[in-house]
């Protein structure tokens, strides 16, 4: 994928979800861009899997990865990703975690 073609998909994404731009966000690559939309999905998944008893993290860091909500309770682990996730990002976290969740966002 060239420069320009990650610029537009990612234009697109801010138009399609709405997301919320903060002035900075053009000049700082490495801040992630959320919607209001996306907190709410990661926030609803948080306290739902906390009420069943998970240690739950968001935006919690592994490989070249950031999941969205990374949850442990005991030897048992939930990942889950909400919104748009790629396919290989998915694929890669299968093969690592047994339990991994996708709640894509509704149209």
Known sequence: MTYED??????????????????????CQHKPLE?????????????LLEQLGFHVELEYPVNNYRLDVYATKGSDVIVVECG????????????????????????
């Open 84 to 107: 748009y996730c790629s396919t290989e990002k998915l694929n890669e976290l299968r093969k690592q975690f047994k339990k991994v969740i996708h709640i894509p966002y509704t149209f």
């Open 6 to 27: 990650y610029r537009r998909k990612k234009e697109h994404y801010w138009k399609k979800y709405h997301l919320v731009l903060e002035p900075e966000d053009f000049f």
């Open 35 to 47: 919607s209001n939309e996306h907190k709410d999905m990661t926030n609803c998944a948080k306290i």
